[in-house]
């Protein structure tokens, strides 16, 4: 299985700041990797695929880089709205979600 | 637009057989991959397997040995069994279209079930 490293669990911000997470792959999954927003109650939504292609619809203030065994999700300015948790996803060989980052107010 | 509609039993004794089934609606059935996630209450998502009609199935390794994975192209449904549950087995379970290209594009509204004697 590939093995995906997500960090932080939680980070504590407030609106305006920029937020990064990190997300590594135990191998290289070239750039077979997604973001996912998922909030109580509700099923994930995806915001990225293909490492950085945001999908349609998805604010542009959501930033996906990386290739290999290391991506980052940059929220450059965090919004209201973007308290939630936050997943990684391997898709390269069958699949495996990072444990996600809960995005909570600070 | 693509929905996906599940339903199956919320309640289950300890060594039952879990069943779930996802209606698709709005897309072409044989031309993606379907999966099936499921999420322990407070915890993290975990992928269980997929299956396309065409193709075949994938399935997490660890669950392998006691999931099945099926799919009834007429009525553009997949089907998630899973034999011997236990308490570890409780989860809210979703089904979710799997997109080569994109991952996980569309999900059901997701199913609690509950394993407990």
């Known amino acids: 299985d590939i093995q995906m490293t997500q960090s932080p669990s939680t980070l504590s911000a407030s609106v305006g700041d920029r937020v990064t997470i990190t997300c590594r792959a135990s191998?290289?999954?070239?750039?077979?990797l997604a973001w996912y927003q998922q909030k109580p109650g509700k099923p994930p939504k995806l915001l990225v695929y293909k490492a950085s292609t945001l999908e349609s619809g998805v604010p542009s203030r959501f930033r996906g880089s990386g290739s290999g065994t290391e991506f980052t999700l940059t929220i450059s300015s965090l919004q209201p709205d973007d308290f939630a948790t936050y997943y990684c996803?391997?898709?390269?060989?069958?699949?495996?979600f990072g444990q996600g980052t809960k995005v909570e107010v600070k | 637009q693509v929905q996906l509609q599940q339903w199956g039993a919320g309640l289950l004794k300890p060594s039952e057989t879990l069943s779930l089934t996802c209606a698709v609606y709005g897309e072409t059935f044989s031309n993606y991959y379907w999966s099936w996630i499921r999420q322990p209450p407070g915890k993290g998502l975990e992928w269980i397997g997929e299956?396309?009609?065409?193709?075949?199935?994938n399935y997490k390794p660890s669950l392998k040995s006691r999931v099945t994975i099926s799919a009834d192209t007429t009525k553009k449904q997949f089907s998630l069994t899973l034999n011997s549950v236990t308490a570890a087995d409780t989860a809210v379970y979703y089904c979710a279209r799997t997109n080569t290209l994109t991952g996980l594009d569309y999900w059901g509204q997701g199913t609690l079930v509950t394993v407990s004697s």
């Open positions: 299956i396309n009609s065409s193709v075949g199935t």
């Open positions: 191998q290289s999954i070239s750039s077979w």
């Open positions: 996803q391997q898709y390269h060989s069958l699949s495996t």
